[in-house]
Nanobody, 119 residues
Framework: QVQLVESGGGLVQAGGSLNLSCAAS????????MGWFRQTPGKVRELVAR????????EYTNSVKGRFTISRDNAKNTVYLQMNSLKPEDTAVYYC????????????WGQGTQVTVSS
């Protein structure tokens, strides 16, 4: 199993910045990729950004490109999400996720952290 512990989040005004971090422990050698999803009430959880462990390939959802940056610290098994130029529509619960296994088909989730952007 993989355990994920998130930190960061909170309340910020539009145009501001926040940084989320997610530390993985346990069977970290099995991680295929790690990233962040977000969810608002009544909507499907959506991918925000993720990074592949083997080659650092990064994906972003279109709405955050140029504003958010995902990065990782290999030694700490930690992934970060730097969020700049935040907009009210970025308000959501953000979940750290780790896909494990050779194809990344199994998922582990963090507990979620609230990000609220006021206008």
């Amino acid at each position: 199993q993989v355990q994920l512990v998130e930190s960061g989040g909170g309340l910020v005004q539009a145009g501001g910045s926040l940084n989320l971090s997610c530390a993985a422990s346990g069977r970290t050698f099995s991680i295929y990729n790690m990233g962040w999803f977000r969810q608002t009430p009544g909507k499907v959880r959506e991918l925000v950004a993720r990074i592949r462990w083997s080659n650092d390939r990064i994906e972003y959802t279109n709405s955050v490109k140029g504003r958010f940056t995902i990065s990782r610290d290999n030694a700490k098994n930690t992934v970060y999400l730097q969020m700049n130029s935040l907009k009210p529509e970025d308000t959501a619960v953000y979940y750290c996720a780790a896909a494990v296994g050779t194809s990344g088909l199994s998922m582990y989730w963090g507990q979620g952290t609230q990000v609220t952007v006021s206008s």
